[in-house]
């Protein structure tokens, strides 16, 4: 017995694999900050976990549809048609165990052996996992800080095959944090106009995190031509801090959520009905919260963009969203540490970060563009200016 052909063509994820190992050094006593983790540091809002208190003590215990109850789908729609202006029914929405499972189902469900995906980089680590896993080929198109880590519509034009089956578009991103305007999205739009066969995968899981005034808009709402043939995906993890609730859900056309759902049933069958019920109370509740959030983090991302730019040889961009930092640091190649090792490669720099300086990041590698890091400032300003102070003289000490 030996594993598949279809999971030796992936790897467990970088981040989460940081994420253990941070764990695994706070239990043994190391004061190590962990700034890998792609979750905020905020709970869960009362009323959220009030909802689900109930639904236990109601007997909301036994199984639901597959995709989503009801009153879940129709909470969903109401969110779509609230902040997105996009008006689907509830056999064009899909609730999925977080917003990873929602990826999983779709790439899994349409893509072929030889199709091709379009993923620009820098790119959430598991996309282009999920579509070699499915038999495709992930087709990455470089969107480095020169171009604020966003697609330009001529290198989305280029990359365009009779092959192209998806287009994945993340805004605001993971792990960048760059958020696309209303003027930029319809600029691709224009592209996929021009090219029918080719659907998008919006991914808008940071749609409430946002700084600056900054306005979110997702492809299908400025571009409606493209609604048929776009997947607009998003989830309670981010927005409400219920990454452990794992719901993610999605809206798009009536024949993709059935397979997605076929899928499903053979696969988790549904989400777990106490977290359905509390994503009912997340998406139906007082919203005001979000805004408040959003402010806390955005001190914190000025903080960190500051002092890490302040940190020899690291330049980091000033991101529009979500919680990441996502700094350049060939300034940092061929330098060598106290200890005489050659810092080569961004993995080499975060290892000598965790081990000399005790901070937790996540190598650009990871996330198919090197030379960099991403930072998540997901925690107290506190420990935020206490690690840049030691990524402050890590980067001094070295030669």
């Not at 989830?235 to 059935?258: D, E, V």
């Not at 959003?294 to 980091?316: E, H, K, P, Y």
């Not at 925690?379 to 935020?384: I, K, R, V």
Request: one cysteine or more; proline letters at 6%.
């Amino acid at each position: 017995m030996h594993p598949s052909a279809a999971l030796a063509r992936i790897k467990p994820s970088p981040t989460l694999a940081i994420t253990s190992r941070v764990l695994e050094l706070k239990r043994a006593g190391v004061d190590v900050i962990g700034l890998g983790a792609g979750e905020p540091d905020f709970d869960t809002p009362d009323f959220v976990k009030e909802a689900a208190i109930k639904a236990i003590r109601d007997g909301q215990t036994k199984y639901t549809n597959v995709d989503g109850t009801p009153e879940l789908k129709a909470a969903i729609v109401a969110k779509f048609a609230r902040d997105n202006e996009l008006h689907y029914t509830p056999d064009q929405v899909t609730v999925n165990v977080g917003g990873k499972h929602t990826l999983f189902n779709a790439i899994v469900a349409t893509v072929d052996v030889g199709d091709e995906v379009i993923v620009p980089a820098p790119y959430w680590v598991s996309y282009p996992d999920v579509v070699l896993f499915a038999g495709g080929t992930p087709v990455f198109v470089a969107a480095g800080p020169d171009q604020g880590y966003k697609l330009r519509p001529e290198q989305l034009e280029a990359a365009i095959t009779p092959r192209t089956k998806w287009v994945i578009l993340n805004s605001p991103s993971n792990p960048t944090g760059a958020a696309y305007s209303k003027a930029e999205l319809i600029a691709l739009g224009e592209v996929l106009e021009r090219h029918p066969h080719v659907w998008i995968f919006a991914d808008d899981m940071y749609e409430h995190i946002l700084y600056d005034d900054f306005e979110f808009a997702t492809i299908a709402q400025v571009c409606p031509s493209l609604y048929e043939r776009t997947l607009t995906v998003n989830g309670c993890s981010k927005a409400y801090a219920m990454t452990g609730w794992r719901i993610g859900y999605a809206g798009g056309a009536s024949w993709l959520i059935k397979a997605i759902s076929k899928l499903q049933s053979q696969s988790t069958s549904n989400p777990c009905s106490i977290a359905q019920a509390a994503a009912v109370a997340a998406l139906n509740g007082d919203q005001s919260f979000l805004k408040e959030r959003a402010a806390a983090f955005q001190s914190r991302r000025d903080l960190v963009v500051s002092m890490l730019n302040q940190a020899s040889g690291i330049t980091c961009p000033r991101p529009d969203g979500a919680f990441y930092v996502y700094p350049e640091i060939s300034g940092l190649i061929g330098k060598t540490t106290p200890t005489g090792k050659l810092i080569d490669t961004d993995e080499a720099f975060v290892a000598y970060l965790l081990d000399d300086a005790k901070v937790a990041a996540v190598q650009g590698a990871a996330f198919g563009l090197s030379p960099a890091m991403r930072i998540s400032y997901a925690t107290s300003e506190a420990l935020l200016r206490e690690a840049c102070e030691r990524i402050q003289t890590a980067c001094a000490n070295l030669s």
